[in-house]
Structure formats: structure tokens, C-alpha cells
């Protein structure tokens, strides 16, 4: 496996010695065919040997078989019983899963989306709940993942160990865009969260990425972040009602933190560079664009965003005259 | 021909007049070996669409990022590929196919035991089929829920859903009544003679899965209701803005789907329990612990099906009560693979095109179980479940497992079914593209799955990259090898020499019969008098008059 930063060494402990185990039998398996294969071919050995059986051998291996695979199961409840018990002092964050994002909800009221901030060294606990339908947090550096319902809260949990980031640089790309976000993925140790359980349309996209802070870093954003997400804009209903209509929140955010798609925050009148076709051009969001935008999605594709592919959604013209007013609001 | 010649080769069951014309005589016909031969052109013509859903799901995953297809265009290309392979090919698979057409005359019957019902459940596969055919063009959508169907997104999601998981309604149905057929068939029409401890271990297999078929397939049935009641009454049970559980549609689904994998390879592991023997003309390894696991492996089947939940919310003392119980699974299917591999000690081995097969099972399929202890660990699977590991796993079982035991049935009875052969050398060398192909196909998904590659992703990171790469040009090998075998049975079907009674010197019931059998099967009911896998009588023929065949092997000592 991979190079791991989990606690639960137990899971490639496990993995391994099951391996070697497996390694053994498929090898002696295959080398015991290959003999008989040469050794026993009907040239060589015309006249076959009448054996029924052997009762000796084959309860030899079937208590040998017994034995081995109980000795497994042991090894997998016992890390199992280490990774559901999360320690009484660990760091406790809410998740939340919708189609298609993670957000993280800290005891003080700080909110994020598609990043978990946690401090170093300690045990954080998730107790997590889903909007929709069913997720599953996956954190394949740390080996953990549960299905996240909507019908219960499950928990799972996991020990941090040294910083990833500097707080000022976790600052810097916070503000970023999703996308460069996602460029670097690789770089920071493979801390991220991916979504396991099938959930339609952008699965693959449902991503979140774990910031490991040191104590004081930890603390002073803590302490220093505001406790709400930054200035709500206030959604009129019949904005709010094409919004769901067309499920545009999901990908756009409206005040700027970043999410799949483009942030709707100073949307109107701004400039950004688009890939038509083949060719990179710069355009300015006016009310063309979005229509355009909105009825043929693939047609501009904001440069950097070439790999996400926005659904075609049911909204009209009427629906899009509303939508356009209400981006003109939104500085 | 003399008349007395003539007299002793009664007409093959294809030449018999029937009383309907055309292809009527076909799908209007009792007789089990039609009934077997239509089930196997159809579930074949679903295997080459599964297999193209499958191809297509290979190139868009060749490199990150999106490449040909929509999102929504993969994920229904995933859910196609699933449902149809599963409910339609797999499911019904070399039961349906072989049980049909070898089973009775292995033990010696006419017929099996309700010739009608017989062609009833064949009607019922193929309207169910219609069905769910039916369903991806009614919805406002592709159906995107995976084949599991699971609940709540499959009540949120605009395609046509309840007809989907209606026409698997329609295809378990099919699966009861041949399971209920074949056990009265195994019960009531062994030949005088035959007890069970001499029927071939194809028999026992079919056997142990017609009681599977039976008592596990009413389940689907029942989630079905529930699943229109909800849809369509407004009864919450699996969706939680109704108060009701996704998590009880997992335990329904997989009260029935766990054991149908059973239904799946059981019948696999009986052809190459038959298949082995006769290449090495000697008696199976323990023919007694084989008949007995694969009755235990169909009963502890039924006890396991938690083992795909343990990362679903579900109590951890059952996940730990479920895994324990898997843990009994592997032990009846260790002893199959050390007794087909113990047969071959001492044997007098011929590599023929079907011992190929049967050999790349045992080889395929033990990576696919040990794949699976693997996956039944509770710590390892909390880091496995749902990533592309086990996608390999089941790839490994169900196609290196189920799959290639029966194209490894299909060139062994061959002769038998049709009366002709194929090109053996052909035949080898589509094997090896098979086998090359698959290995390079499935082999890296366990790589990347180890890494934390999630199933069923459109777009994934870069670092994944290599793995998939590999993968999509393995698939490539993979299903050349898989139409070079096609073509080329489909040449011996057409062009193929005229084969004998008893190609390959095996020493079932259904050898002894002419190729291909007479529509009654037996001119004179068979009395048996020894065991399956007694191969005394064929070895004293061959060393008292040898076939050119043998005269060559002699030469060559």
C-alpha cells in the first residue's frame, strides 16, 4: 500500500500478512499444477494412478485452512475494535455530506467547505450525517471510511500527526480557486477525503481535502476565523426556487469559498478566460453569457474547470431573466 | 449406410420433426437440450452487450478527466453494464445453459422434471429482459443507481427505476422455476443405479444451487414491493425523508444477491469438477468433500451477506458476527481448489483446450477468494470497500471464476451439443489472449484500489493514471481473445469436422450417448453400476485398440 499517516497500523499489518499468506498458497498452488503438468502429461505417463482421496491430507488441510482463516478474522476484529473506539479526548467536528459536497462544522461555529482544518497530533472524531442520500468519508491516507446517511449519525475517527501546512499558506490557497486547489492534490501527502458510496451525477468530484495545522497555528485560526460563514446573502424565494430547481448551490457557492464550479460572488460583469473549443478567450459575464452558459454548458468552459462537466439543467427563460437580476446583486 | 447401421443411430434431437415450423420449433419446444441451446444463444447475446457497456467504460477511463462521455452517460454505462451482466447473463448463466442440457442426460433422464415449466422460465428471462431493455428508454433519464439499485437515490433519481428492478423480478422468477425443476429432476429421474453418491459433481452443484435459486430468490421479490409501495403508494420504508431505512434495502438486496453469487460460481466449480477427471482419466480427489462443500458453501451462502455493509452504519457487533461467518465461507472453497489440484497428481494429464480453461479457473478464482479473505477482514475492508479493489476481486471471481468455467463447458460439451468440432489450436491460442487480457485488464484495479481509487468515478486523480491506462489496453487483448473464441466456435458450428460420441474419453452418462443425442435421450434407460469418475472401462479400450490420437501420444514417448 501506499505510503500511509495512519495510526491504524494494524490495517497494513494485517494487509500484509495476509498477503504473505496468500502469496504462499497461490504459489504453492500453482507450482504443484505446473509440476503435475509436466511430470504427469499423458506422454510421459500413460497409465494414470487410481486415488479416491486422502483422508489424512485432506483433514489435514481442511483443520490447517480452519485455523488460518480464524487467525485472520482476529487480526481484522481487533483492528477493527481500535478503529471504532475513538479516544474520550478526541478533537469532534460535525460532517456534513449533500450531493456533492463535504462541509465541516467546528464546536465554535466555524463552517467550511471542502476542507477540514485539524490540529496536530491529536485524535479527531467525525460524527457525520447526510442531507441526501447516501455518502460514504473516505480518508485513504488514515484507512478509514463510513457510509454517511441521513437516517443516523455515524462516527469514525483518526490520529493526526505532524503539520501539512503553515497557516499563512493554508490562507493563501484557501482563498484560491477550486481548481488549483485540486492541482496540487498530490503535494500535500495525499490528505484527502473522497467520497466512496455512489451518489449520482458528480461522485467522482466529491472531494474535501484534510489541513493538518500545528497547535499554534490550529489555535490561532480557531480563535481568529469568523464563526459564520462570511456575509449570507440573503436568497429573495423565487431566487431561491430556481436555485433548486436547477441545483446550481451544489457546484457554486454564493459567497465566494470555493466549490466545483465557479463562485457566483461578483459573478456579473467579471472577466475570466474561457476555453471555446479550442481556443482561449477572454470574455466578461454579462447577461449572453449566462444564458449561453446555462443552456449550453459545454459551449464556454472557464479555463482550468476543462475536467468538470456541468450537468444540462431544466431551467427556462424566465428562470434565467430572474437569475441574471439577482447576480447583478451580488458584489 | 446399411439399414442396420442406420437402425442404430437414431435421429439427433435437431433432426426430429417438431410440430411447429421455423424457429417456432425452437422457442415453442419442451425439450431441454433446445431449451438449454436457446438459453445459451440468448445469455451469450447479453454477455456481447454487457461486454461492449463494459469496453466503453475501459475508454473513458483510459485517462483522468472527462474523454468521450457525459457523467451522467458513464454512470448509466455502469449500471447497464451491472444489470445486464448480473441479472442477465450471469444469474441465469451455466444453470440455465448446462443444466438444461447436460444435467438429465447425466443422470440418466429423459427430460427434466416439468418440460414446461422449463420453457416457461425461459420466456420469463427473456420478458424480464424485454423489461429492463424497456426501462432505459421510458425514464427521463439513463438508469444511474449501479446495479445494486440502492435506496434513497434510487427514489430521487428521474430514471425509470421500478421497471428496471421489475424486470429482475422477472428474471428471479425464471430462477425459481429452474431451480425447482432441477432439484425434482436430481430427486425423481436419476437413472437404476444412480445413487447420490455417484452422480458427476456438475449434478450435486446444480443441485446445491437450485435450493439457493429457490429459497433466496423470493427476497428480491419482496424488495421489489416495497420498492413500488414506496414509489408508488407513499409508504416509507427505505427512504429516510419517509422515516423509512436505506439501510434495511441493503439488507433485503443482499439477503438475495449474496447468495446468487453462489448461484453464480457453484455451477463453475461443478464443470471443472468434471472437466479435470476426464483430462486426467482418473477419479476427482475427494469426491465426497467436494459434493459436501458445495452443499456448504450454498448454506453458509445465506449467513454472510452483511459482509458487504461493513462500512453502511449497520451495529459493529454484527459487522463482527458477519465477517466471522464469511470467514467459513473460504474453508469448503479451499478444499474445492486443493482437490481439482490433488486430481492432477499422479494423473495422465492432457492439455486440451477445456483443461486450459478449467486450470486458469483454479488459478483465476483462488486470487479472487484470497482477494476476498482480504476483503472479509474487517480492518482491511474498512479501508477497501468501495474502491476499485474490490472491483477486481469480483472480476476475478465471477469472470476469471464463472466466466471462463463456462467457456470452458462450452469447448467441452461443444462436441457433444452440436456434434462438431472447432479448431483446438485456434481455440488455445484464443485462451491465451483471454487469459493475458484479463489478467492485464482486472490486475492493476487491485493496485490502484490498494491506493484509495474509489469504484464507479468518472474522473479520478492523476495518480491513479498508470493503473487505468493499463487496465483499458488490457481490456483491449481481453475482448480480442473473446471474439477469436466466438468465431472461432462459431466456425466449428458451421465448418467444424464431425466429432465423435466421446471426444475426449470421459466417463459421465452423457458420453455414452451419440453426438448430438438423440431427441429421446437413452434408446434403452441406462443402469449404473459404478462411479462418476471411473475411467477403468475407457482405459482398457484405449490401450486395446487406440485411437490415431493415442497412437501419436505413443509415439512420442
Redesign the interface.
Given at each position: 500500500?501506499?505510503s500511509s499517516f495512519s495510526n491504524?497500523g494494524?490495517?497494513d499489518l494485517?494487509?500484509w500478512i495476509?498477503?504473505v499468506i496468500?502469496a504462499v498458497?497461490?504459489i504453492g498452488?500453482?507450482a504443484?499444477?505446473l509440476y503435475?503438468?509436466v511430470a504427469?502429461?499423458?506422454?510421459?505417463?500413460?497409465?494414470?494412478?487410481?486415488?479416491?482421496?486422502?483422508v489424512a491430507?485432506?483433514t489435514t488441510?481442511?483443520v490447517a485452512?480452519?485455523i488460518i482463516?480464524?487467525i485472520?478474522?482476529v487480526?481484522?476484529?481487533?483492528?477493527?475494535q481500535?478503529?471504532?473506539s475513538a479516544p474520550k479526548n478526541a478533537f469532534v467536528v460535525k460532517v456534513t455530506a449533500a450531493m456533492w459536497q463535504w462541509s465541516f462544522e467546528y464546536k465554535n461555529g466555524i463552517t467550511l467547505d471542502h476542507v477540514l482544518v485539524v490540529p496536530e497530533n491529536k485524535p479527531i472524531k467525525l460524527l457525520m450525517k447526510s442531507k441526501?442520500?447516501?455518502h460514504?468519508f473516505?480518508l485513504?491516507?488514515f484507512?478509514?471510511?463510513?457510509?454517511v446517511?441521513?437516517?443516523?449519525t455515524?462516527h469514525l475517527w483518526f490520529q493526526t500527526q505532524k503539520p501539512t501546512m503553515k497557516l499563512e499558506d493554508f490562507q493563501k490557497v484557501h482563498q484560491q480557486s477550486y481548481t488549483n486547489y485540486?492541482d496540487k492534490?498530490?503535494d500535500y501527502d495525499?490528505y484527502?477525503v473522497?467520497?466512496?458510496?455512489?451518489?449520482?451525477?458528480?461522485?467522482?468530484?466529491m472531494r474535501a481535502r484534510v489541513v493538518v495545522l500545528s497547535q499554534e497555528d490550529f489555535e490561532q485560526w480557531y480563535n481568529s476565523s469568523p464563526k459564520t460563514k462570511p456575509s449570507k446573502p440573503k436568497i429573495p424565494p423565487k431566487v431561491q426556487a430556481v436555485f433548486n430547481k436547477g441545483g446550481c448551490l451544489a457546484c457554486h457557492s454564493l459567497d465566494g469559498s470555493p466549490k466545483i464550479g465557479p463562485t457566483f460572488k461578483g459573478i456579473w460583469g467579471r472577466k475570466s478566460k474561457v476555453k471555446t473549443g479550442n481556443q482561449i478567450r477572454e470574455i466578461t459575464v454579462d447577461a449572453k453569457y449566462i444564458q449561453r452558459s446555462i443552456e449550453k454548458p459545454q459551449a464556454d468552459v472557464v479555463v482550468g474547470l476543462?475536467?468538470?462537466?456541468m450537468?444540462k439543467t431544466s431551467l427556462n427563460q424566465k428562470d434565467i431573466q430572474i437569475l441574471i437580476e439577482f447576480f447583478k446583486t451580488l458584489k | 449406410m446399411s439399414q442396420a447401421t442406420a437402425q442404430n443411430i437414431p435421429l439427433s434431437f435437431y433432426e426430429e420433426k417438431s410440430a411447429y415450423p421455423g424457429i417456432f420449433a425452437w422457442i415453442f419446444s419442451t425439450d431441454h437440450k433446445r431449451i438449454g441451446l436457446l438459453y445459451m444463444f440468448t445469455i451469450l447475446s447479453f454477455f456481447l452487450f454487457g461486454m461492449s457497456m463494459g469496453f466503453l467504460i475501459r475508454l473513458e477511463k483510459m485517462f483522468p478527466g472527462g474523454q468521450f462521455f457525459q457523467p451522467a452517460t458513464y454512470n448509466a454505462l455502469f449500471t447497464i453494464h451491472g444489470v445486464v451482466m448480473i441479472f442477465l447473463f450471469v444469474i441465469p448463466g451455466i444453470p440455465a445453459v448446462f443444466g438444461n442440457f447436460i444435467l438429465p442426460i447425466q443422470l440418466g433422464a429423459e427430460d427434466v422434471a416439468f418440460p414446461r415449466l422449463n420453457l416457461l422460465s425461459w420466456w420469463l428471462l427473456v420478458i424480464g429482459a424485454l423489461v429492463i431493455f424497456l426501462s432505459l428508454f421510458t425514464g427521463s433519464k439513463l438508469p444511474d443507481t449501479g446495479w445494486t439499485f440502492y435506496a434513497p437515490y434510487n427514489t430521487i433519481t428521474t430514471a425509470n427505476i421500478p421497471m428496471a428492478v421489475f424486470g429482475a423480478f422477472l428474471v428471479g422468477f425464471s430462477s425459481i422455476l429452474t431451480g425447482l425443476n432441477f432439484i425434482t429432476t436430481v430427486h425423481r429421474l436419476r437413472a437404476k443405479g444412480m445413487t447420490f453418491f455417484r452422480m458427476p459433481l456438475f449434478a450435486w452443484s446444480i443441485y446445491a444451487t437450485a435450493w439457493i435459486q429457490i429459497l433466496a430468490t423470493p427476497v428480491v421479490g419482496i424488495t421489489l414491493l416495497l420498492v413500488i409501495a414506496e414509489r408508488f403508494l407513499g409508504v416509507g420504508v427505505f427512504n429516510p425523508s419517509k422515516s423509512g431505512d436505506p439501510l434495511m434495502y441493503q439488507h433485503l438486496f443482499w439477503i438475495y444477491s449474496h447468495p446468487a453469487v453462489y448461484i453464480m460460481v457453484l455451477p463453475a466449480m461443478g464443470i471443472v469438477s468434471d472437466i479435470i477427471p476426464t483430462f486426467c482419466k482418473k477419479p476427482i480427489f475427494g469426491y465426497k468433500a467436494i459434493a459436501f462443500s458445495s452443499m456448504s458453501i450454498a448454506f453458509i451462502g445465506y449467513l454472510v451477506w452483511g459482509h458487504h455493509m461493513f462500512t453502511s452504519g449497520m451495529a459493529d457487533l454484527a459487522r463482527v458476527v458477519f465477517s466471522f461467518l464469511t470467514f467459513f465461507v473460504a474453508v469448503p472453497t479451499a478444499i474445492k481448489i486443493f482437490n481439482w489440484t490433488a486430481t492432477l497428481y499422479k494423473g495422465s494429464i492432457e492439455l486440451r483446450a477445456p483443461m486450459l480453461f478449467a486450470l486458469s479457473f483454479i488459478f483465476l478464482f483462488s486470487i479472487g477468494g484470497l482477494t476476498g479473505v482480504m476483503l472479509g477482514t474487517l480492518n482491511l475492508d474498512l479501508h477497501l470497500h468501495d474502491t476499485s479493489f474490490v472491483v477486481a476481486h469480483f472480476h476475478y471471481t465471477i469472470f476469471g471464476g464463472f466466466g471462463f468455467a463456462l467457456f470452458g463447458g462450452i469447448h467441452y460439451w461443444f462436441p457433444k451439443m452440436f456434434g462438431k468440432m472447432y479448431n483446438e489450436t485456434r481455440a488455445k491460442w484464443a485462451w491465451l489472449l483471454l487469459f493475458i487480457g484479463f489478467n492485464m485488464t482486472y490486475f492493476p484495479l487491485f493496485l490502484a484500489g490498494l491506493e484509495g481509487m474509489p469504484r464507479r468515478y468518472y474522473d479520478y486523480l492523476p495518480k491513479f493514471a498508470p493503473y487505468h491506462f493499463w487496465s483499458t489496453i488490457g481490456s483491449w487483448i481481453m475482448i480480442s481473445g473473446i471474439l477469436f473464441m466466438f468465431g472461432n466456435l462459431l466456425h466449428g458450428l458451421l465448418r467444424g469436422e464431425k466429432a465423435d460420441d466421446n471426444p475426449w474419453g470421459g466417463s459421465t452418462l452423457e458420453w455414452q450417448v451419440p453426438s448430438p443425442p438423440p431427441l429421446v435421450n437413452f434408446t434403452t434407460p441406462p443402469v449404473v453400476n459404478k462411479d462418476p469418475y471411473d475411467f477403468s472401462d475407457i482405459l482398457k479400450k484405449r490401450n486395446s485398440s487406440p485411437t490415431p490420437q493415442d497412437q501419436e501420444d505413443k509415439g512420442g514417448q
Open positions: 500500500m501506499f491504524f494494524n490495517v494485517t494487509f495476509t498477503f496468500s498458497a497461490l498452488i500453482v504443484f499444477t503435475c503438468l504427469y502429461r499423458r506422454k510421459k505417463h500413460p497409465q494414470p494412478a487410481n486415488i479416491h482421496g486422502n491430507l485432506e488441510w481442511t485452512t480452519t482463516v480464524m485472520i478474522f487480526l481484522g476484529w481487533q483492528g477493527f481500535e478503529m471504532r441526501d442520500v447516501i460514504s473516505y485513504p491516507a484507512r478509514v471510511k463510513e457510509d446517511l441521513k437516517s443516523m455515524t485540486w492534490v498530490d495525499g484527502y473522497l467520497c466512496a458510496e455512489y451518489c449520482g451525477n458528480n461522485h467522482s468530484f476543462e475536467s468538470i462537466q450537468p | -
